[in-house]
Nanobody
Framework: QVQLIESGGGLVQTGGSLRLSCAPS????????MGWFRQAPGQEREFVAA????????YYGDSVKGRFTISRVNAKNTVYLQMNNMKPEDTAVYYC??????????????????WGQGTQVTVSS
């Protein structure tokens, strides 16, 4: 069972930046594709970004393209989500997720086997 621990959430003003981190407990972290999702109150979970096990391919949701960047450092067992030019609509609980495979549906939650507990991100206007 892989445990995922997110950190880095908090309060930021519109236009500001935050960096989220996710550190899986699994030592073989590099074999997993990783993703970030978010969920605002009363809304469905939304795909944010995904990255292959090597970091060579990334994929973003339309609402964050050009503002957010997903990356990973396998030697540090960590995946990051750099969030820039943040907007109030980015306010949500952000979840880290791990997938054994990489396919055409990485924007779907069902593609991922393991999930973190989430970290709150709030963007004030």
């Amino acid at each position: 069972q892989v445990q995922l621990i997110e950190s880095g959430g908090g309060l930021v003003q519109t236009g500001g930046s935050l960096r989220l981190s996710c550190a899986p407990s699994e030592r073989t972290f590099s074999k997993y594709a990783m993703g970030w999702f978010r969920q605002a109150p009363g809304q469905e979970r939304e795909f944010v970004a995904a990255i292959t096990w090597s970091g060579g391919t990334t994929y973003y949701g339309d609402s964050v393209k050009g503002r957010f960047t997903i990356s990973r450092v396998n030697a540090k067992n960590t995946v990051y989500l750099q969030m820039n030019n943040m907007k109030p609509e980015d306010t949500a609980v952000y979840y880290c997720a791990a997938a054994i495979g990489w396919g055409v549906s990485m924007e779907r939650a069902r593609a991922y086997e393991y999930w973190g507990q989430g970290t709150q991100v709030t963007v004030s206007s």
